[in-house]
Structures are given as structure tokens and as C-alpha cells.
């Protein structure tokens, strides 16, 4: 059985930082994608960041380019996203994501609450 537990959410002042962790278990996805997506309450679910296993490829979604940062470790199969210069509209449920073999995994969500 495939699953994605996260980590790391908590609850933050603006300015500051916090580090998510997704761990992998039942399959390795060293050779596929993953990421992070958020959903704050009333809206709906958007993607964050992606690391493609390939040559390090990364992207981001314009509102945390120059503060988010996706990292890997294909060796632990986990995804990590260092989170820098938090602010109150970052609040939200983050969700680590992972595609393979053209399944969708997602994993149970963890709560980011960024204070003002």
C-alpha cells in the first residue's frame, strides 16, 4: 500500500519559517515527480512546488518563488519544503503529491498557520 505522511506544519508568526516533510512508503518514486499543493479554507486546492527526479528540476507557483524551496532525497524517498518568509495568506492544509505510472498520490495534509 502507497502512502505519503507528511510532517513539519505548525503554527507560525509572519516572517518566519518552517520545514515540511513527506516520507514515501510502498513504492519508490526516485524516477517520478513530486510535490506540494495547499488548500485554504474556502478555496480551493493549488499546486505549490514540484522537484522532477531528473537533473533537479524544480518549478514553483508565483507566490512562493523566492521563499519556498523543494528539495529531495530520492535515497529516503522523501520530499521536503523549506518555507521562508511566512505570511498570513501561506495559512493553509499543504498536501504532498506524488505521480506514477499514471496514478495520482496524495497524502493526509498537514496544517500551516501563519499569524499576523
Known amino acids: 500500500q502507497v502512502q505519503l505522511v507528511e510532517s513539519g506544519g505548525g503554527l507560525v508568526q509572519a516572517g518566519g519559517s518552517l520545514r515540511l516533510s513527506c516520507a514515501a512508503s510502498?513504492?519508490?518514486?526516485?524516477?517520478?515527480?513530486m510535490g506540494w499543493f495547499r488548500q485554504a479554507p474556502g478555496k480551493e486546492r493549488e499546486f505549490v512546488a514540484i522537484?522532477?527526479?531528473?537533473?533537479?528540476?524544480?518549478n514553483y507557483a508565483d507566490s512562493v518563488k523566492g521563499r519556498f524551496t523543494i528539495s529531495r532525497d530520492n535515497a529516503k524517498n522523501m520530499v521536503y519544503l523549506q518555507m521562508n518568509s511566512l505570511q498570513p495568506e501561506d495559512t493553509a492544509v499543504y498536501y504532498c503529491?506524488?505521480?506514477?505510472?499514471?496514478?495520482?498520490?496524495w497524502g493526509q495534509g498537514t496544517q500551516v498557520t501563519v499569524s499576523s
Open positions: 510502498g513504492r519508490t518514486f526516485s524516477t517520478y515527480p
Open positions: 522537484s522532477y527526479w531528473s537533473r533537479g528540476g524544480t
Open positions: 503529491h506524488a505521480a506514477a505510472d499514471g496514478i495520482q498520490y
